[in-house]
């Protein structure tokens, strides 16, 4: 089992609607967690950043993590087409590697 | 802003030619690190570099080398290329002591025949 699971999709929606990408891990020592986003043939991007367990918000999007169920959510509100990409979700851990864990990433693709 | 470039975004290399793949970020971070990114199989981490003239084996060291030899720039070697190296290249790199934000290049993708 990978550390961090995302569902790789493709999830479809249209434009307006409330995306939300999910990801699970199993390390109970993460403490950090991180947002990438990733256009077709470029590098990913930080997005979203998180330190412990409770909510961020910047503009359209939300990162929520729920460390009891080992559950981390990014929403965006009012996608745009200019939203479709893959999203990967990462954990990390404190005070040793700072080598963080990614997930496969989900592709999201918002239609006009 | 961190700035992390790649040398190249697209590179087309014959079967036994050996590589090299230049990555240079500007923010004076002590790490850096090699991913390759495929389909299906996500991030896989090929090496690492925690400090000058050092280096760390990732997950799928084999095939490859790296160097090292100033702060601001980490290079990947394929010493021989072979056809299951074409990939998507990626380099990142994140700030020792802090949280483990990696910041990425633009990637190279890279095509052996």
């Known amino acids: 089992q990978k550390e961090v699971e995302q569902d790789p999709g493709p999830l479809s929606v249209p434009e307006g609607a409330i995306v939300s990408l999910n990801c699970t891990y199993s390390?109970?020592?993460?403490?950090?967690f991180m947002w990438y986003r990733q256009y077709s043939r470029k590098g990913p991007e930080l997005l979203m950043y998180?330190?412990?367990?409770g909510n961020k918000e910047d503009g359209r999007f939300t990162a929520q993590v729920d460390k009891s169920s080992k559950y981390i959510s990014l929403f965006i509100r009012d996608s745009q087409p200019s939203d479709s990409a893959t999203y990967l979700c990462?954990?990390?851990?404190?005070?040793?590697?700072?080598?963080?864990?990614f997930g496969r990433g989900t592709s999201l693709i918002v239609h006009p | 802003d961190v700035k992390v470039t790649q040398s190249s975004r697209y590179l087309v290399k014959r079967t036994g030619e050996k590589v090299f793949l230049e990555c240079v970020q500007d923010?004076?971070?002590?790490?850096m690190f090699w991913y390759r990114q495929d389909p299906g199989l996500g991030l896989r981490l090929i090496y690492f570099s925690y400090d000058v003239k050092m280096k760390e084996k990732g997950d799928i060291p084999e095939g490859y080398s790296v160097s090292r030899e100033k702060k601001e720039r980490f290079s990947l070697i394929l010493e021989s290329a072979s056809t299951n190296q074409t990939s998507m290249y990626l380099c990142?790199?994140?700030?020792?002591?802090?949280?483990?934000?990696?910041?990425f290049g633009p990637g190279t993708r890279l095509l052996v025949l």
């Open positions: 990462a954990g990390g851990k404190p005070g040793g590697s700072y080598i963080p864990t």
């Open positions: 990142a790199s994140s700030l020792q002591g802090g949280a483990e934000t990696q910041y």
């Open positions: 390390n109970s020592a993460f403490q950090y």
């Open positions: 998180t330190y412990s367990s």
């Open positions: 923010m004076d971070h002590e790490n």
